[in-house]
């Protein structure tokens, strides 16, 4: 599984950093995917492309998402509804606003035209929740093989991301996948269930995934909290 473009994850430098340069083609994209690398623009669209791949990284077992139930009654009340692949774009630009003012935010409108490019192409989907016709949350990633790299994902109602995780936990399982990569753990997404796992761990799991014949399909499976 040697890598067209990028020298190997293994040999990332002591920031995780693996390359600087390249281009955010789709080529270059699903061939770093594919290897446990991802861009991660560090200076905006102005200077060149920097790509990494994180020890530890973060994965959310597919069988251990924690859902409370708080939440699993705020699911069942009907207060959402949940599309996949209705609006890619809208969730992109979604998870680019910066959280606070002071923020800058790394999803740039290069990566935006990148992205939305991987997922006419299939390769790339959205979870939309919707509320009063609006919307609310989303989350978007990478699909490759039996291996989903979630990237980000916002809110702006309450709960909206949390219910955008559930369902796509719950459609992951339904179509076969096995990894759900999250890069990095951040106390939100380990009070639902993620978990750090060493690089090479996460790599030699990937190798095996990376070319099963799963498909994210065109509509959600049911939400199974």
């Known amino acids: ?17 693996v390359l600087v340069g390249g281009r955010l083609t789709s080529e ?9 690398i991802f861009p991660w623009p560090m200076w905006g669209d102005w200077m060149p492309m920097t790509w990494f ?9 597919l069988d251990g998402l924690y859902v409370s139930s708080r939440l699993k009654r705020t699911i069942r009340s009907g207060k959402f509804q949940v599309t996949c692949n209705k609006a890619f774009r809208e969730v992109m630009l979604g998870c ?13 409108p290069a990566m935006i035209k990148a992205f939305c490019r991987l997922h006419g192409e299939g390769h790339a989907h959205s979870v939309e929740v919707w509320h009063e016709g609006e919307l609310a949350g989303g989350i978007y990633g990478v699909s490759v093989g039996g291996a989903f ?8 109602v309450r709960d909206a991301s949390k219910v955008a995780l559930v369902a796509l936990v719950s459609h992951l399982n339904a179509r076969g996948y096995q990894l759900f990569d999250i890069q990095q753990w951040t106390p939100h997404t380990g009070s639902m269930g993620a ?20 498909t994210f399909g065109s509509e959600l499976a049911p939400i199974l909290p």
């Open 96 to 108: 680019s606003k910066p959280r606070h003012l002071k923020d800058g935010t790394w999803i740039t």
């Open 1 to 17: 599984m040697v890598s067209r473009f990028f020298p190997p994850a293994e040999q990332a430098d002591e920031n995780d950093l």
């Open 53 to 61: 791949s994180l020890d530890p990284r973060a994965i959310i077992p």
């Open 149 to 156: 790299a979630g990237e980000s994902m916002f809110h702006n």
């Open 28 to 36: 270059w994209l699903l061939d770093a995917y594919r290897h446990g």
């Open 195 to 214: 978990i750090e796992i060493d690089r090479s761990d996460y790599l030699a799991l990937l190798k095996q995934l990376v070319d099963l014949p799963v």
